[in-house]
C-alpha cells in the first residue's frame, strides 16, 4: 500500500506518521472488524499529525495534543491512540470489546515503546460499569474522545452513548470521530449523529472553503492514495470545522461531496467534532478565537 510501507524487522506496517502496527489474524468463529486497519484511522492520525504541526501557529482546526489526556473508543489496532501518544499526550487509552483486539493493542503499544503513556483496556458500550469516566492519572475527564470508523449497521445508539458518557456536562471534553461515507448505507452515522443533536451537542464537521467534507486520503484517477510522506498538506491544507444543523447538516452529511474522494466507500472518510453546548470554552482541544470554526450559512 502507497499510504504505508512494511516494517523489514516483521510484520508489522508503518504510517506515514511513523507508528508501527500489527494486524491480526481472521478469528475462526466471528468476525473481529477491529484486528485490520481502515482508513478512516489512518486518515483520523494524519489530522492530529496535521494539526501537531500547523496548530502551533494557529493554521490549524486544533491544537497541539501534548500533555493532554486521551481515550480511544473502538480502537482497534490503535493507531489513532498510538499516533496522539507519539505526538506526546500525558495519557493515552486504547479501548476495544474485543479480548483478541485488546490484546493485538497491547502489542502495538509495545512495538512502539509506548508504555509510559499508552494502555489498552477493554471498553463495551453496552456496559456502563467498563465506562472510563476519568484517566487513570486523575486530572477529571478526558480531554481527548476519539474514534475512528465504528459506525456499520444499526442506528448507532450504543456508540452515542459511550461517547456521551465520556464528553460529560461542565467539562472542556471534546470528541473527534472519523467515518466511511457510502449515501445508501449511512444510518448508523445519521442514527449517531441524530442522538447527539437530540442530546445537545454541537457537531461540526471538516470541510474545505467549498463545502466539501475533507478527510479521504485518495484522489481518483490521480493514481491512488495520497497518503505517502509529504502529502498531508495536500489533504487538509485551508479546511475548518463548520457547525451542522440537525435538518440540513444531516442532509449534507447523507449526500456529501467529498475534496478528494477514494474509488470505494471506505475511502471516502467524513471527520466530525462534537463538544457539549454548555461546556466551558478555551479548554483542550478549544479552538475559540482562532476562526477555526465557519457556520454552514457562511459557505
Not at 478512516?40 to 486544533?62: M, N, Q, T
Not at 445519521?190 to 472553503?209: I, K, N, P, Q
Not at 491544507?237 to 447538516?249: K, N, P
Amino acid at each position: 500500500l502507497s499510504r504505508m510501507a512494511a516494517d523489514l524487522e516483521g510484520a508489522a506496517q508503518r504510517t506515514d506518521e511513523g507508528v508501527l502496527f500489527h494486524e491480526g489474524p481472521a478469528h475462526s468463529s466471528k468476525v473481529l472488524y477491529g484486528n485490520v486497519i481502515w482508513d478512516g484511522a489512518l486518515s483520523l492520525a494524519k489530522f492530529f499529525a496535521w494539526c501537531d504541526r500547523c496548530g502551533r501557529v494557529g493554521e490549524a482546526p486544533c491544537g497541539p495534543v501534548r500533555g493532554q489526556s486521551c481515550l480511544e473508543l473502538g480502537a482497534g489496532v490503535g493507531v489513532v491512540g498510538l499516533t496522539l501518544g507519539r505526538l506526546g499526550a500525558r495519557e493515552v487509552v486504547i479501548t476495544d470489546n474485543e479480548p483478541e483486539v485488546v490484546e493485538l493493542a497491547r502489542r502495538n503499544i509495545s512495538s512502539n515503546g509506548l508504555e509510559a503513556n499508552v494502555a489498552a483496556r477493554t471498553l463495551d458500550w453496552a456496559n456502563v460499569a467498563t465506562y472510563l469516566p476519568v484517566g487513570s492519572r486523575g486530572g477529571g475527564p478526558f480531554d481527548l474522545v476519539v474514534a475512528a470508523d465504528v459506525l456499520y449497521d444499526g442506528d448507532g445508539q450504543l456508540f452515542a452513548q459511550a461517547l456521551q458518557a465520556h464528553l460529560p456536562s461542565g467539562s472542556s471534553s471534546v470528541g473527534y470521530v472519523s467515518n466511511h461515507h457510502s449515501p445508501a448505507r449511512c444510518d448508523a452515522t445519521l442514527g449517531f449523529l441524530r442522538t447527539m443533536f437530540d442530546a445537545g451537542f454541537s457537531v461540526e464537521r471538516l470541510e474545505d472553503e467549498s463545502g466539501r467534507a475533507v478527510g479521504s486520503l485518495c484522489i481518483s484517477g490521480r493514481g491512488g492514495s495520497l497518503g505517502a510522506h509529504g502529502q498531508t498538506e495536500e489533504i487538509f491544507r485551508g479546511s475548518r470545522f463548520v457547525a451542522l444543523d440537525q435538518q440540513e447538516g444531516l442532509e449534507a452529511v447523507r449526500n456529501a461531496s467529498f475534496r478528494f474522494g477514494g474509488e470505494s466507500p471506505m475511502q471516502r472518510i467524513q471527520i466530525f467534532r462534537f463538544r457539549r453546548t454548555t461546556a466551558s470554552r478555551g479548554g483542550p482541544g478549544s479552538t475559540e478565537g482562532t476562526g477555526a470554526t465557519a457556520t454552514r450559512s457562511m459557505l
